[in-house]
Structures are given as structure tokens and as C-alpha cells.
């Protein structure tokens, strides 16, 4: 930690003794206090409300057995999760994730994380979020309906309309919260459509919101290139990842005129100099779940680097879009060195803190995962808006909120960066603008 006062670094190191071994959330702790140093000192309530101390600790964390068996009858235990981290702005909400790598430490990073995000979005929505150690991938649609039958019958003792209010995340899509709003639905006998976001069209989920992620993303970042009177238009641009965040911003970064030239997976990046082609891509990804090398068994031109950094295709926009840690400093410098113009987290956290202060130190737009990818849980809760009302909007109509929204969120972050001394400061901008909602609202709420 480098910019914040001893007080902060007191309360930081009191985080990582309360929270042993939990890495990833000291990270996310970490990058968030580095920004309050001048918010303490302009807004002493704060501190004598302890509010960085109670922010930090949250309100409540579920940990649970999830014991399913597989096609052949084997008996596999999973670890379930469920961090309810913040309601002062209202139910929590946040993803699930489902993959190997799951554990508190990585909940509770995305949970702190998702806090401030919601805020930033303006909607009324605390900060949560869930998953398991269990790996869908490989798995059958029966394995993984009785994985999520199980973890939903957990589960849902702990959540509701007006209490948290999960949706999907890595290895949880359309297929994993289908099976999970139907236990729901059969265990509580009610049709409560807003316990979940992210559904099916058919049954109460709200259009855009598969594409939300991304196209905000993207958004994003062109408001960031408007600041500078520049746009998409002709940029060549590197997507990291290829599951929903990473589709959608393709989709988008094309709509709006730009070319990506990448994606990947855990095994490695494609490369195609004519730009992807993002109908291919979904026909593999989303209908057969199949991986992105197979994208060159169509296109002879593009190749796949099995293994390789995505981040040595020299690109003038990155959007990191896959998962955390994935773009470190020598990514960073390479980037910058090939030309590299603006950065656009459509994951959580892929930058590490070293990469950040590459970009940073050299004058790179950087809009932080925190504002950059906030367009999906903003339009999950225009699904919970519409499922309230009992009403349907149109794609348009959604996506015009969305784009709204996202125009807001970059206002909120530039004009907070400039107050507080760092314009053009992303970063600083999101953490102030995220933290002092939360805060006030928890000052308003009383010791509770
Ligand atoms: P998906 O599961 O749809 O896709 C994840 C993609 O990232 C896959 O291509 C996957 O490859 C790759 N990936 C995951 N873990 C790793 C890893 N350890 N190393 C290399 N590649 C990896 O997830 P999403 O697209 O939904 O999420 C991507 C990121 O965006 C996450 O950080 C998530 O938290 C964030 N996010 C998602 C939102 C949403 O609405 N979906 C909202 C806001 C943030 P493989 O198949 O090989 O694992």
C-alpha cells in the first residue's frame, strides 16, 4: 500500500490478521483503502463512525456442505458460499461462481468488490456474492442439475426478493440458474421471480441482460476516449477470455467499429488479424460448449497459441474479461510498449495492483472492473424492476437505461477524481464515489 495515512494502514493490516491466507480479498481491501487517505481527512465522521472497519467486516458469511452424486453413482462433496457483504443500499446482490479455484478468500474479494460497484450504479443494491469449489466443465446437464439442486436447497434459507439476490458469474449461466430457480421454486412453492437474476426469457428474465456486462464494458470505455475527443472507431482491440463478458464485448467493441483481434481460455489465446468471428464464436462457446482452439479448425487463417500471453498482440485497446490477476506489470509494460491507449476490465480485478501503476505512470485510460463492468448487475436489477412490476421492456429500451447508466457511472468516477486532486484517475474516482454512498447511507442506518 503506498498513498494512505498510518490510521488506514493500521486497519489494513488488522483486515489481513482477521483474514489469514485470504489473498485475493487483502488485494481488493488494499487497492480500495489506497484511495481514502483524503476522504477520512475531508469527512471525519467517517472515521469516528468507524466505517472503513465495519465496511471491511461482513455482515454475515455462509459456508455449506454440498454432497450430489455423478451418472455413475459416485458420491462428491463440494464447499458452498454465500457472503452477504453490505445491505445499506438495499437486499445484497452478486454472482455465484462455480469453479475450482473457489474459496472464501476469492468470495469475499468479489463481495468487498461488489459493494462499491452497486453503489456506483445508483440502483438500490448492497454487495454479496456466492459459489462453490464444484467445476461444471466436462460435467453432464444431469450432473449439473443435481450439483445445483443440492446447492439450492441450502441456499435458499438464505436468500429472497428483499434479502440477497444472487445471479451468475464464471461457470454460472443460463443452464446452472435454471436448475437453480427451479429448486428454489419447488422448495418454497412461491413464483418469486426476483430471488434470481440473469434467468431465461421465458421465465422472468430480462432482455439485455446476457450482453449487459459487455456492452457496458465497453461503454465505459468509450466514455473514457470521448474525454480525449477520440473513439473505437478503426481501433484494433485485445478481449481476454471467452465466455459471457468476453462475447459481449466483442460484440460491441464491432458495433461500435472497432476490431478484435483476440480471444482465450485457460488454454491458451486465438489470434485472427481480419477480426473475430463472433458468430462462430458462440456457436462453439454457447451451444457447444466447446473450446476456442476449435475456432481454428474454421478459420485457417487465425491461429491459437496454446499456453500463450494473450497480452503480447500489440492492440490499442485491452479488455481484460476472463478472470483475476490475469494481466501483470511485464503484460502491463508490453502493452504500453506496443501502443496500448486504454484499459477496460470487463472481469473483476484482472490487473494486478503492479500492472495498475504501469498504466497508471503512463498516462493509459485504465477504467477499473469495479465501473467498467458494473452494466451487469445494474441491468439485473432492472430484471428485478421488471419482475416486480410484472413488466417486459424491450431490447431497446433496456439497453438505452443500460447505456444510461454506464454514462453515469463514468461521470460519477471522472468528476470524483477531479474533486479529490487526481483527474483522469479512474480508480481513485470509482473507490470516493462507491465508498462515500455506502458510507452515508451506514451513518444514516445507525450502529447496526
Ligand atoms: P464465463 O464463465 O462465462 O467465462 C469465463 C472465461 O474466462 C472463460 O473463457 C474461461 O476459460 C476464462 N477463465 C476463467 N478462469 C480462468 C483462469 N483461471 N485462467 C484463464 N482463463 C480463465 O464467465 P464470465 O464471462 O461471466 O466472467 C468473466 C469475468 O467477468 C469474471 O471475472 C467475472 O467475475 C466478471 N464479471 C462477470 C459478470 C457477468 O455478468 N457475467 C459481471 C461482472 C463481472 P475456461 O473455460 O478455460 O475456464
Not at 448492497?126 to 443440492?150: A, I, L, T
Not at 422472468?204 to 473514457?224: I, K, P, Q, W
Not at 476490431?259 to 463472433?278: A, M, N, P, Q, R
Request: proline fraction near 3%; aromatic fraction near 10%.
Amino acid at each position: 500500500m503506498s498513498t494512505i495515512t498510518p490510521k488506514i494502514h493500521d486497519i489494513y493490516k488488522q483486515v489481513v490478521a482477521r483474514n489469514p491466507g485470504e489473498t485475493e480479498f487483502h488485494q481488493a481491501v488494499a487497492e480500495v483503502l489506497d484511495s481514502l487517505g483524503q476522504v477520512i481527512e475531508k469527512y471525519p465522521d467517517y472515521a469516528d463512525h468507524k466505517i472503513i472497519e465495519r465496511i471491511c467486516e461482513p455482515e454475515r458469511q455462509i459456508i455449506f456442505r454440498v454432497p450430489w452424486s455423478d451418472d455413475k453413482g459416485n458420491i462428491h462433496i463440494n464447499r458452498g458460499f454465500r457472503v452477504e457483504f453490505n445491505s445499506a443500499l438495499g437486499p445484497y446482490k452478486g454472482g455465484l461462481r462455480f469453479h475450482e479455484s473457489v474459496y472464501l478468500g476469492i468470495v469475499k474479494f468479489l463481495g468487498f468488490e461488489q459493494i462499491f460497484k452497486n453503489a456506483l450504479t445508483g440502483l438500490p443494491i448492497g454487495g454479496g456474492k456466492g459459489g462453490s469449489d464444484f467445476n461444471p466443465k466436462g460435467r453432464s446437464d444431469n450432473e449439473v442439475m443435481r450439483f445445483c439442486q443440492s446447492f439450492m436447497t441450502e441456499l435458499s434459507r438464505h436468500i429472497g426478493e428483499y434479502t440477497d439476490v444472487p445471479a451468475g458469474d464464471i461457470g454460472v449461466g443460463g443452464r446452472e440458474l435454471g436448475y437453480m430457480f427451479g429448486q428454489y421454486k419447488r422448495m418454497t412453492n412461491r413464483y418469486e421471480a426476483a430471488v434470481l437474476t440473469g434467468k431465461g426469457l421465458t421465465w422472468g428474465g430480462s432482455l439485455v441482460r446476457t450482453e449487459a456486462t459487455g456492452y457496458g464494458a465497453v461503454y465505459f470505455v468509450d466514455e473514457m476516449l470521448k474525454m480525449k475527443n477520440d473513439s473505437l472507431e478503426g481501433k484494433v482491440c485485445s478481449v481476454s477470455g471467452s465466455g459471457n463478458v468476453a462475447i459481449y464485448t466483442t460484440e460491441k467493441i464491432n458495433q461500435l467499429g472497432g476490431k478484435v483481434v483476440t480471444l482465450s481460455d485457460s488454454g491458451g489465446y486465438i489470434y485472427d488479424e481480419k477480426g473475430i468471428d463472433l458468430e462462430l464464436v458462440k456457436q462453439l462457446k454457447e451451444i457447444e460448449r466447446r473450446r476456442i482452439k476449435d475456432y481454428c479448425d474454421y478459420h485457417k487463417h487465425a491461429v491459437f497459441k496454446q499456453g500463450g500471453n494473450i497480452w503480447e498482440v500489440p492492440c490499442q485497446i485491452a479488455m481484460p474479461s476472463a478472470t483475476q490477476n490475469e494481466l501483470n506489470e511485464e503484460d502491463a509494460k508490453m502493452l504500453v510498449k506496443n501502443g496500448c491507449i486504454a484499459v477496460g476490465e470487463g472481469a473483476n480485478m484482472p490487473t494486478t495492483p503492479e500492472g495498475t501503476k504501469v498504466f497508471l505512470n503512463s498516462g493509459v485510460l485504465f477504467g477499473p472492473g469495479k465501473a467498467a463492468n458494473a452494466g451487469g448487475v445494474a441491468t439485473s436489477a432492472l430484471e428485478m424492476q421488471q419482475n416486480a412490476s410484472r413488466d417486459s421492456w424491450t431490447f431497446e429500451f433496456t439497453e438505452n437505461k443500460l447505456h444510461g447508466i454506464m454514462k453515469n457511472i463514468h461521470k460519477a468516477c471522472y468528476e470524483q477524481a477531479e474533486e479529490f486532486g487526481s483527474p483522469g484517475n479512474y480508480i481513485l474516482g470509482s473507490n470516493i464515489a462507491g465508498f462515500r454512498k455506502v458510507a452515508d447511507a451506514m451513518i444514516s442506518l445507525g450502529l447496526i
